[in-house]
């Protein structure tokens, strides 16, 4: 199971193990969203899980799927970096990796069957395991709304999130590339995006008076280093997602076209990613 030790994936636990009488492993990939190890450590063993696993996969991300992406200048809609679906690939590569390596028979994530996810996962689960069984509870329990999710949730003790609101939580994907928020009031494409939503940029208004200055260095179409000094990929995005993000680069407010044909609005910060969009168009012109 795809496991972030959140809610969705909590009450998806507890129903696998209900419904298929078989060990679940989680399965956590750090590709640098907020994560709280202990949580997930943590909530996992509250039901019962014995192989819990959380692999540091940032770097690779980085490297291996947002670089090409920006020498590629990927962009959905015109507008929109591909933050959560870049993501999408690697794990599930992985979670096939680990359903082998233990000999299990199926895997499973948490997307609903209303969104793209559900496709980006599953496309490469049927690639790297043509034979794995996939389970996607959304599309298949009787759980209809968030709602019934809840009343799942406290059934079963299972820990349910606040917001900043005190009501049920937005939906939020976030990594080391982007962080997308949606649901709620966004539902609404007349409502305007309240401040507190953003996570990783400041607001126009609240960016510095004053210009700031950075040199990104490119080796083969890929950035090498900032100011001169040499940084990992992971540690290389995280420092421009801090510059940017600091001035108020990278926010995307979209009502965009879901792939099974409804339409959705997504909030987007990809402040690092739209820094090294531009510098790289710049380059290539």
Same mark, same amino acid.
């Given at each position: +199971? !795809? %496991?972030?030790?959140? +809610?969705?994936?909590?009450?998806?636990?507890? $129903? =696998?193990?209900?419904? %298929?009488? @078989?060990?679940?492993? *989680?399965? *956590? !990939?750090?590709?640098?969203?907020?994560? #709280?190890k202990k949580k997930i450590i943590k909530n996992a063993k509250a039901l019962g899980v014995q192989k819990i696993i959380i692999e540091d996969l940032k770097d690779s991300f980085v490297k291996e799927y947002v670089y090409p992406m920006i020498r590629g200048h990927a962009a959905y809609e015109g507008v929109y970096l591909l933050g959560t679906s870049i993501a999408r690939p690697l794990i @599930?590569? &992985?979670?096939? !990796?680990? @359903?082998? /390596?233990?000999?299990a028979y199926a895997v499973s994530h948490g997307s609903t069957g209303k969104g793209n996810d559900q496709i980006r996962f599953e496309l490469?689960? %049927? %690639?790297?395991?043509? /034979?794995?069984?996939?389970? !996607?509870? $959304? &599309?298949? $329990?009787?759980?209809?709304? &968030?709602?019934?999710?809840?009343?799942?949730?406290?059934?079963? &003790?299972? *820990?349910?999130?606040?917001?900043? /609101?005190g009501a049920s939580p937005f939906s939020i994907d976030d990594n080391l590339y982007h962080t997308s928020t949606e649901g709620k009031i966004l539902e609404n494409p007349k409502n305007s995006v309240p401040e507190f939503i953003y996570q990783r940029t400041n607001s126009p208004e609240k960016a510095p008076n004053k210009a700031s200055y950075l040199t990104i260095g490119?080796?083969?179409?890929?950035?090498? *280093?900032?100011?001169? /000094?040499? =940084?990992?990929?992971? #540690? +290389?995005?995280?420092k421009l997602n801090i510059l940017a993000g600091k001035n108020g680069i990278g926010r995307i407010d979209l009502v965009e076209n879901r792939f099974i044909g409804i339409k959705s609005r997504g909030v987007y910060e990809t402040p690092g990613g739209t820094l090294l969009m531009t510098a790289h168009r710049a380059i290539e012109s």
């Open positions: +199971l !795809a %496991y972030s030790g959140g +809610l969705d994936t909590s009450v998806i636990l507890k $129903w =696998l193990q209900d419904n %298929y009488k @078989a060990e679940i492993i *989680t399965y *956590t !990939a750090d590709i640098g969203q907020k994560i #709280n @599930a590569k &992985r979670q096939i !990796a680990i @359903a082998k /390596k233990f000999n490469g689960y %049927y %690639y790297f395991g043509p /034979k794995i069984k996939v389970i !996607a509870p $959304w &599309r298949v $329990w009787k759980l209809h709304s &968030r709602t019934d999710l809840i009343k799942y949730a406290k059934k079963n &003790r299972i *820990t349910i999130p606040k917001d900043k /609101k490119f080796k083969n179409g890929d950035p090498i *280093t900032v100011n001169g /000094k040499k =940084l990992s990929p992971g #540690n +290389l995005l995280q």
